[in-house]
């Protein structure tokens, strides 16, 4: 058990159990893991048994691939396992090559218990088509036995193609040029019909997309395509539309949140030329979908006889089963999030992370536990002493109600404690309560931590998320500096000791935080956004658009971007900062943080810029981030006199 005593930085940084891209195809759960190359650390393909924990896993993919995603500049999944007459077809995204590379596979029926040979090969790995500066979404589908059709980023266009599998190193055959981004393929239960989202540069996928459908030939050439439109819906107003994913060969399910809230969608294509809504369910509170940064997130799976989906319902999540669209049952779950859920008749798989636990693989047989015995059966053994997360609303921006989560100190070291206020990233991310031992290093030394789902977090509603539009840089500083009055006022932390924390748009959050008000007495940052205007030009095409809605068009508001980038401000800073960044950061040069550094250093003798030779946009390395807290400790205690 862990307390306050023995919570170390090597306890922050121990080996943890995560499984990545899962994905479960026949009574086999496949995922990515980390495989150390030499010096370098690649991706691989994994696989073993549904509830055989023990198991060797069975890794799938040589040393000779490195299977990452790059699609839309964040990527996500990177590969994907489809079942055609119980073969596998494994088809993976390699950036060693820049390809595709497919193998075929079948489950090893035969298989010793002691071995780890469950799935066996039928062909050597091949690669399908030739190399290609562009990036591979992993939503392949399978139109017939031999036709593979995809998504494909090139040049700042977005592409549906087809392809044999049958060739090799081929040309991919392009079936749709979009005219701005694609994303979410899938394929009927009976491979004649596609559905996909399209979105523009003007919106990000959470704000505004469109739903299409399309039939499909035997040769995988599209020959009908519709959007989907309801007047009550998506006529006249920003809908957002979330996996649409088919559950029998005419229906599909997904979630839209013109009501403010994902909530679930039936929709009827049996008639391509008469698509209509089968069945609407409105909850308020409930959110059956999250920000489509990466490609590949799964909240339903199942088909239209045993479907399951995952809906967050304010601080929990639940786990709804339905047959023929009827909901038949519902448990309330003791988890703070989760995610990638994928079903198999009545076996699932998914991630789940709570206050105690960090993310963890559930695998839940609901043919021998039934949903009254679940929440007792997927509970886990140990229940550590660590914080308790607290919610705690207070007023923020224009006095509205916002939400933050506060960790208690986990001892009484000071007669009032320091206080860590942390921001987070994207800026549309939400702190969701689960177990984070950095949060609990520093309650293990006294300290009160904040995390602060400022106005444009998700989880909250469509209303809340969209609190930012306009006002990023601005709105998100407020809700920071209003939670640390309200702690104050209830004499909860030492306003002498404040400090604010934050990662990539956080960073941006922090700083200004730290500019334009004297509560925060320092700010500690990694890969910070610094200059909106450099953002402006240079962020990859997904992103680009993002700051439209959070700041104004650049051209008819060049003042905001000035106006609320930090860079702009730091001459006039005389408080320390601390901040990390890595040279191999594509989404924020690091050279900005490198601009501001000897300004820095000028104004207060305590600021500090540390650069990482290894690292890019989110830190991997454990040394790196071993020596992050370090030096966060280090300042903290220099800075704040403790």
């Known amino acids: 058990m862990i307390n306050h005593k023995t919570i170390t930085i090597s306890n922050v940084f121990g080996e943890k159990s995560v499984f990545n891209q899962i994905s479960f195809v026949q009574n086999i759960i496949f995922w990515i893991d980390v495989v150390k190359k030499g010096e370098k650390y690649i991706h691989s393909i994994f696989a073993r048994p549904f509830n055989k924990e023990d198991s060797i896993n069975q890794k799938l993919t040589g040393d000779e691939f490195n299977i990452k995603s790059y699609f839309h500049g964040y990527g996500g999944k990177s590969y994907q396992c489809i079942e055609v007459d119980e073969k596998l077809y494994l088809v993976w995204i390699d950036q060693s090559s820049q390809s ?52 494909y980023e090139l040049d700042n266009k977005d592409y549906l193609y087809s392809l044999d599998i049958r ?74 539309f979330f996996q ?22 039936f929709i009827d294509v049996s008639d391509i030329n008469n698509i209509f809504i089968k069945k609407r369910i409105l909850k308020e509170f409930f959110e059956y979908g999250i920000p489509q940064w990466i490609s590949g ?103 509205r109600s916002t939400h933050s989560f506060i960790y208690r100190p986990s001892f009484e070291r000071f007669l009032k404690s320091p206080l860590i206020v942390r921001a987070h990233s994207g800026p549309t991310a939400c702190f969701d309560g689960s177990l984070n031992l950095e949060v609990q290093y520093w309650t293990s030394r006294g300290f009160t931590v904040a995390e602060v789902n400022y106005g444009g977090s998700s989880g909250f509603g469509r209303y809340y998320r969209e609190r930012l539009n306009d006002e990023w840089g601005i709105l998100d500083s407020y809700d920071c500096k209003a939670l640390v009055h309200d702690l104050i006022r209830l004499n909860l932390v030492d306003s002498t000791k404040v400090a ?60 905001k971007y000035k106006f609320r980038s930090p860079i702009n401000k730091i001459n006039q800073l005389k408080k320390p900062i601390l901040l990390f960044h890595g040279k191999k950061d594509l989404v924020i040069a690091y050279k900005k943080t490198l601009q501001i550094k000897e300004i820095l250093l000028k104004n207060n003798k305590n600021s500090e810029v540390i650069i990482f030779d290894n690292e890019g946009h989110g830190f991997k390395n454990i040394d790196n981030k071993k020596q992050v807290l370090f030096k966060t400790q280090e300042f903290l205690e220099k800075t704040l006199n403790i």
């Open 500 to 559: 604010i924390v934050g990662n990539s748009a956080g960073g941006l959050t922090a700083i200004n935080a730290l500019c334009e008000c004297d509560i925060f007495k320092v700010a500690i940052c990694k890969y910070p956004v610094l200059d909106l205007e450099d953002m402006h030009n240079k962020t990859h095409r997904f992103e680009k658009g993002y700051l439209n809605s959070l700041i104004g068009e650049y051209s008819k508001f060049p003042n």
């Open 167 to 240: 060739k090799s190193k081929q040309e991919i055959t392009i079936l749709r040029e979009f005219d701005h981004f694609a994303g979410n393929l899938s394929l009927s239960k009976n491979g004649k019909k596609l559905s996909w989202l399209e979105w523009n540069t003007s919106f990000m996928p959470w704000e505004k997309n469109e739903l299409f459908f399309a039939r499909i030939n035997q040769n995988g050439e599209l020959n009908k395509i519709e959007k989907f439109k309801d007047k009550i819906i998506n006529l006249n107003k920003k809908v957002s």
């Open 244 to 265: 649409p994913y088919w559950i029998n060969e005419d229906i599909i399910v997904c979630s839209e949140d013109s009501s403010g809230w994902w909530n679930l969608l």
């Open 297 to 399: 997130s799964s909240l339903f799976s199942g088909s239209l006889n045993n479907l399951f989906c995952l809906a967050k319902n304010k601080k929990f999540w639940v786990l709804e089963q339905y047959q023929d669209l009827s909901l038949v049952s519902k448990i309330d779950l003791p988890f703070n999030l989760l995610k990638d859920l994928h079903a198999v008749n009545q076996k699932l798989i998914l991630i789940g992370a709570n206050e105690d636990n960090h993310e963890k693989l559930l695998e839940i047989d609901c043919n021998n536990s039934c949903f009254a015995k679940l929440y007792k059966k997927i509970l886990f053994e140990s229940v550590n002493e660590y914080a308790r997360p607290e919610s705690f609303w207070f007023k923020g921006f224009k006095n």
């Open 100 to 151: 595709l590379w497919l193998q075929i596979f079948k489950v090893n029926k035969l298989q010793n218990i002691n071995d780890n040979n469950y799935l066996l090969s039928e062909n050597e790995p091949r690669q399908i088509v030739e190399s290609s500066k562009g990036n591979f979404d992993f939503s392949f589908v399978m139109a017939n036995e031999n036709i593979l059709l995809g998504l």
